[in-house]
């Protein structure tokens, strides 16, 4: 079996070529990148980030089609990704990376790396990111793990929060949704609306019939369907 470092060498003073390499591994051999997880999350770290992000996603499809034709996704993907997610701290990257977990949500280490990834990191879009992840996996996490983010002054994170807020038990959260409801943000407006309605709360009709603008009514109408 070849290793990446083999493949590497022939290529090793032509970025572009090394580039296509992996690609063509990504192609033709993504169990070979699998198998040598930490080599590989080294290389695409020191990588350009349009060629890094654009050989990660190429890997995933690759390994999620051969998942899907084997009627389930390979395990090793899902360690892979939570291994490159420490080794590549470009936030991108991790916003990349976080995505692609989200498929894998049924694992217990992917909800810890993103438990772990999200107390950790202090970048913007990947706080708005893996809380969206969170929701989409329907984590159990503790609501003093999200609840810091429902006040963060990034309208993108506190909808975040809140989408990750709605796939739990919303037992006791009234006060919240309710203080929510007059939040400056469309989309945490109408995802607050939602929490109340599931709680038995109409105010989301209310909301829906006096919108005075259209934009308006279709975010709650959107936030009703997630």
């Known amino acids: 079996m070849q290793t990446i470092a083999s493949v590497l060498s022939r290529a090793r003073s032509d970025p572009y070529l090394q580039a296509y390499q992996l690609r063509r591994m990504c192609r033709h051999a993504p169990l070979t990148e699998l198998s040598n997880a930490e080599e590989f999350a080294g290389v695409l770290s020191e990588l350009e980030g349009p060629v890094a992000t654009e050989i990660l996603d ?41 995505k692609h977990l989200a ?32 929701g989409q996996v329907k984590a159990d996490i503790p609501l003093r793990t999200i609840k810091p983010f429902l006040t963060n002054p990034d ?5 975040a929060a809140l989408e990750a807020l709605l796939t739990r038990d919303l037992v006791g959260m009234n006060e919240v949704f309710s203080l929510l409801l007059n939040d400056p943000a469309p989309r945490v407006k109408a995802l607050a609306a939602v929490g109340l309605w599931r709680l038995g709360n109409t105010v989301l009709l209310d909301l829906i019939r006096d919108a005075e603008q259209l934009d308006q009514r279709l975010a709650f109408l959107h936030a009703l369907g997630m």
């Open 155 to 159: 309208g993108r994170i506190r909808a």
């Open 103 to 134: 498929k894998h949500g049924d694992e217990p280490r992917v909800v810890q790396a993103l438990t772990a990834l999200l107390i950790g990191t202090k970048h913007p879009r990947v706080q708005a990111c893996v809380l969206s992840a969170m």
């Open 58 to 98: 190429e890997l995933a499809r690759v390994i999620e089609q051969q998942g899907t034709a084997q009627r389930g996704p390979h395990p090793g993907l899902a360690r892979f990704l939570v291994r490159l997610l420490a080794a590549d701290s470009r936030w991108f990257m991790q916003v990349r990376v976080v």
